[in-house]
């Protein structure tokens, strides 16, 4: 069963503006992290939080945590074309030995489109 | 480079006939995994493997096995593909200690 449900399913803005996904989990995680797709092809990692923090920044992208809701929020800024592509958010839970189960669990993701 | 690689990209099948899809890594991670993707239904895992001779069913396991012999090479097999096995298919690896999950380019195969 999927474990993260992103929101909104599709996101149409024009270059220059921010955009914002969410995603909501069901249990308990380690940790969650935001994958890219282009079009058909394969997923490329984003940034990664811990369910210790709060917020991260990388480049343009900034995501949040907040474990008590079990919600995470992408926010891509002065976006471009170029970031025209589906987004998803990834689960991942550990053993109490501090290593994965081996499973992310991926939710069904955002397509984001970018108007030059 | 690091990367995940898959063979074939692209398929197309009749139903019945068995078929193997390779997936290697060379980046000597423990997990690999296998993802179908649909449609309105995201990424669903298949398979995963957590090193080698340890494998363990993800979500849709139904109708299709694995195998993993060594450390680099985590094949998905099709024993009878039927025409609801119609999806792009998805190779990753990654450490165990929760980082990075690295994804092949898909493996597009259709059922006839």
């Known amino acids: 069963s999927q474990q993260g449900e992103e929101d909104p399913q599709a996101l149409s803005i024009q270059e220059g503006e921010n955009a914002t996904m969410n995603c909501s989990y069901k249990t308990s995680i380690n940790n969650l992290q935001w994958y890219r797709q282009n079009s058909g092809r394969g997923l490329v990692h984003l940034i990664l939080i811990r369910s210790n923090e709060r917020e991260k920044h990388s480049g343009r992208l900034r995501v949040t945590l907040d474990t008590s809701k079990k919600s995470s929020s992408l926010l891509i800024t002065a976006s471009r074309a170029a970031d025209t592509a589906s987004y998803f958010c990834?689960?991942?839970?550990?053993?109490?030995?501090?290593?994965?189960?081996?499973?992310?669990?991926f939710g069904q993701g955002t397509i984001l489109t970018v108007h030059p | 480079e690091a990367q995940v690689t898959q063979n074939p990209r692209y398929l197309i099948t009749v139903t019945g006939k068995k078929l193997t899809v390779t997936c290697s890594q060379n980046?000597?991670?423990?997990?690999m995994s296998w993802y179908r993707q649909d449609p309105g239904l995201g990424l669903r895992q298949i398979y995963y493997?957590?090193?080698?001779?340890?494998?363990d069913k993800g979500d849709v396991p139904e109708g299709y096995k694995v195998s993993r012999k060594e450390k680099r090479n985590f094949p998905l097999i099709l024993e009878s593909p039927s025409p609801n096995q119609t999806s792009l298919y998805f190779c990753?690896?990654?450490?165990?200690?929760?980082?990075?999950?690295?994804f092949g380019p898909g493996t597009r195969l259709t059922v006839l």
């Open positions: 493997s957590m090193n080698v001779e340890v494998t």
């Open positions: 990834a689960t991942d839970v550990f053993y109490a030995g501090g290593t994965s189960y081996g499973k992310l669990t």
């Open positions: 980046m000597n991670h423990e997990y």
């Open positions: 990753a690896s990654r450490h165990p200690r929760g980082s990075t999950q690295y």
